[in-house]
């Protein structure tokens, strides 16, 4: 295989990629999946076009030259070939690095059923003209032997497989000689049947399938010989070419747990051309899962892979979302699309979301991340629409998840939520007796992206509804309220310190402290109020420093709030209001406020405002307030 092809190879599996992150939002060319898409095949084409143009045959087996010399096996080469050649096309070129355009139109026509590609007048009608890659009903010269209808395909007679007791019958010798003689008979089975089974890829995995019902000794000695010979033995390419990555690297699991080293198989699968590195990252993926993700087996059984035993972690080679992504596709998950919770079923929508938190655990590429969030948010603003508790509980792992990994992607969820909790939404939420149940599984992303809508918020009324609710989920995740109090926007400070008042927690109590210095008045107004509610020695030495606050409707919420609270401390500090407030008002508030506390300590106190030897003196009409409030409360004077 020279460089060019497996360049040529690589650049189809990067346009077969780009193909599943169209069709989950089609025509949405400024997603971040689709544009992280473009990016891979232009950079997969860079060196392919410095070579010349790309220009191939379309068969049903695949690419091949213009001359008809096959491309190296690859099975997401193929899926594309075979989307191609349904679709009438027996020619693709690419003449340009393809840009989004370029790149929506060829998936467009992709992703349109064969029938309605020909009713819109064909490929060239779908494309459009001047596009730098284009699909062509007819090769440079036509294919031999592909006989296609588009729309439905209609096959013709294919040969059954051979029974397995024919496989088995009179055997002798050792378990490799007996592999031996059952992979002859396969070959002359190939070799007497009808038509043209090399062109059938059907026909060879119906082969493969009767060596899957072979008893398991039998059955591993077979493989063993097929993946040995894979290198230079057609017939074992055919065979292991009808697996998918997810079956293959079943197989080698079975081989390592006979002695041989899976990794070492899929290595050598690799080398040879037979696969790319996809599914030496399978298998690691697989191992690496059990190892340390403890979902990615579970998550992959339900999707139809079982894993009885595993080798040693490796590392991976490439991305290990590429190979889950092509393993969703080989299950008709349609890539991204089961994660994004649209699968029909509550078991394949558990089991998406399974494999979706592996993609955040074990991923190292950012953008690949980037894109399942994406995709995450979409589901759980799905979950929330349809009240789906038990769904968003498991979209939260998975955030959490996410979340662990570093602090870009703590941004991106915050943001995948702000795009879920649209207006609407969040109206709607914030009106249902469930609203909070639903949104508590989100924890402080919820709360982010409340805070977020309350900001933008210019409805009053909406803005209180919304206050209340941030009470109650807060209460479990203060922390994106405290780092609010932090903002340049001093109406967010408010509405943050307005949502602490009903959390009431202690834990608010320093940050509090700092923000009493505010330069806006409303907000430290606002820590005033808020300071009731939490109350304790902190808050009221807060309390005593807002007291003296340049404003007056600063001094005047403080003596207000140290009147509500019941710690002899708040007595006092009213007591120096009384004494020192410049404004007459507040000072006879002051001393009304001391008449009605609890503390036993007030009524000495309100004796001391009375007294004419107190220091400073009050006015005649405040110490006589003093006096009778103090005779009220049961004091003599």
Not at 161 to 174: C, F, I, N, Q, Y
Request: glycine share 8%; proline share 7%; net charge negative.
């Amino acid at each position: 295989m020279d460089q060019r092809a497996r360049e040529v190879v690589a650049l189809l599996r990067q346009l077969w990629y780009g193909l599943s992150a169209y069709r989950l939002y089609p025509g949405a060319l400024e997603r971040p999946g689709f544009r992280a898409a473009v990016e891979r095949i232009a950079r997969a084409a860079a060196p392919v076009l410095a070579a010349g143009a790309v220009d191939l045959r379309i068969g049903p087996d695949g690419f091949a030259t213009p001359a008809g010399e096959p491309l190296p096996g690859d099975e997401d080469a193929l899926r594309l070939a075979h989307a191609c050649f349904e679709r009438g096309a027996e020619r693709l070129t690419i003449s340009a690095p393809p840009d989004a355009q370029d790149l929506a139109a060829f998936f467009e026509v992709l992703t349109t059923p064969p029938a309605a590609v020909e009713e819109a007048g064909g490929l060239e009608a779908a494309l459009g003209e001047g596009r730098s890659v284009r699909l062509s009903p007819v090769g440079p010269e036509p294919v031999l032997g592909a006989d296609r209808v588009v729309g439905d395909r209609e096959p013709g007679v294919a040969p059954e497989r051979p029974a397995t007791d024919l496989l088995v019958e009179d055997l002798r010798g050792s378990e490799r000689e007996q592999a031996e003689t059952i992979l002859e008979r396969l070959r002359v089975f190939a070799a007497e049947a009808p038509g043209d089974p090399p062109r059938d890829p059907d026909f060879h995995r119906r082969l493969y399938d009767a060596v899957a019902d072979l008893p398991r000794p039998l059955r591993l000695a077979v493989n063993e010989i097929l993946i040995d010979r894979v290198g230079d033995d057609p017939f074992a390419q055919r065979l292991i070419g009808t697996l998918s990555n997810a079956e293959l690297s079943r197989v080698l699991v079975d081989l390592g747990s006979e002695g041989r080293d899976p990794m070492e198989l899929a290595r050598h699968l690799a080398a040879v051309g037979v696969r790319p590195t996809d599914v030496v990252d399978l298998t690691a993926a697989l191992q690496a899962g059990h190892e340390d993700a403890g979902t990615i087996i579970a998550g992959l059984e339900r999707l139809g892979l079982k894993v009885d035993e595993l080798p040693d972690q490796r590392a991976t080679e490439e991305s290990l979302a590429e190979v889950l992504a092509r393993y969703l596709v080989a299950t008709e998950q349609d890539d991204l699309r089961a994660i994004g919770g649209m699968a029909d079923g509550d078991e394949e929508r558990a089991a998406a979301l399974l494999v979706a938190e592996d993609y955040v655990v074990l991923e190292e590429d950012p953008a690949r991340i980037r894109q399942v969030l994406e995709v995450w948010g979409e589901a759980v603003r799905t979950a929330l629409a349809e009240r789906r508790s038990e769904e968003l509980a498991a979209l939260a792992r998975i955030a959490d998840r996410a979340r662990a990994r570093g602090p870009e992607h703590a941004v991106e969820l915050r943001a995948a939520v702000r795009r879920a909790l649209d207006a609407g939404l969040v109206a709607e939420l914030t009106a249902a007796p469930d609203g909070v149940a639903l949104l508590e599984p989100l924890g402080a992303g919820a709360v982010d992206a409340l805070l977020d809508a309350l900001a933008e918020e210019p409805d009053r009324g909406r803005r209180a509804l919304l206050v209340g609710l941030l009470g109650k989920l807060a209460a479990a995740h203060p922390g994106p309220v405290l780092d609010r109090l932090a903002d340049e926007r001093w109406y967010v400070v408010r509405n943050a310190v307005s949502i602490l008042a009903r959390v009431g927690s202690p834990v608010a109590l320093d940050r509090l402290a700092a923000v009493a210095h505010h330069p806006q008045p409303t907000v430290r107004r606002e820590v005033a109020a808020a300071l009731v509610a939490i109350g304790g020695p902190g808050a009221i030495g807060i309390l005593r420093d807002l007291a003296t606050d340049p404003e007056e409707e600063v001094r005047a919420r403080a003596v207000d709030s140290l009147g509500a609270l019941t710690d002899p401390g708040a007595a006092t500090i009213l007591a120096e209001a009384a004494r020192a407030d410049p404004s007459a008002a507040l000072r006879r508030r002051a001393i009304e406020a001391l008449g009605a506390h609890p503390a036993p300590e007030a009524t000495a106190l309100l004796l001391e405002l009375a007294s004419r030897r107190s220091r400073p003196r009050l006015r005649r009409g405040l110490r006589r307030l003093a006096a009778s409030l103090a005779r009220e409360r049961g004091g003599a004077r």
